[in-house]
């Protein structure tokens, strides 16, 4: 429901899982379960359990859950009618869906002024 054809699913937690520390990843996180740290990733979903204590950096970011920290998207946030988010969030894009919850503050900004996440490519790492 919330995963792009495109992307990878390069890291889950569980729907039963409860999860402290930080993760880094180059594709898809998804969060079902609980989660209290950062998220530097190219993707983040939040399915409809997942609830996260934390801030989150990445391309684009789908809530389904709930969210308590700030967010940085270099592309979109999309809040889904059942997502909530307690924090700032700047991106680019913005999408709150009806019921969808905002508490914080929004920033919308131009394409030179968002960069938030730099992985090197896999041909320098080579």
Same mark, same amino acid.
């Given at each position: 429901?919330?995963?792009?054809k495109?992307?990878?699913?390069?890291?889950?937690?569980?729907?039963?899982?409860?999860?402290?520390?930080?993760?880094?990843?180059?594709?898809?996180?998804?969060?079902e379960?609980?989660?209290?740290?950062?998220?530097?990733?190219e993707? %983040?979903? /939040?399915?409809?359990? @997942? &609830? =996260?204590? *934390? $801030? #989150?950096?990445? +391309?684009?970011?789908?809530?389904?859950?709930?969210?308590?920290?700030?967010?940085?998207?270099?592309?979109? %946030?999309? /809040?889904?009618?059942? @997502? &909530? =988010?307690? *924090? $700032? #969030?700047?991106? +680019?894009?913005?999408?709150?869906?009806?019921?969808?919850?905002?508490?914080?503050?929004s920033?919308?900004?131009?394409?030179?002024?968002?960069?938030?996440?730099?992985?090197?490519?896999?041909?320098?790492?080579?």
């Amino acid at each position: 429901m919330f995963l792009r054809k495109n992307d990878n699913l390069d890291s889950l937690i569980g729907q039963k899982s409860d999860f402290v520390g930080n993760i880094t990843t180059e594709g898809t996180c998804r969060i079902e379960g609980q989660f209290t740290g950062n998220i530097k990733a190219e993707w %983040v979903i /939040i399915g409809g359990s @997942g &609830k =996260i204590k *934390g $801030d #989150i950096s990445a +391309r684009g970011i789908i809530i389904g859950g709930s969210i308590e920290g700030n967010i940085k998207a270099d592309e979109i %946030v999309e /809040i889904k009618p059942t @997502g &909530k =988010i307690i *924090g $700032d #969030i700047t991106t +680019r894009k913005l999408s709150v869906a009806e019921g969808g919850i905002f508490e914080g503050r929004s920033y919308t900004k131009r394409d030179e002024e968002i960069k938030v996440i730099d992985f090197p490519s896999k041909e320098s790492t080579g």
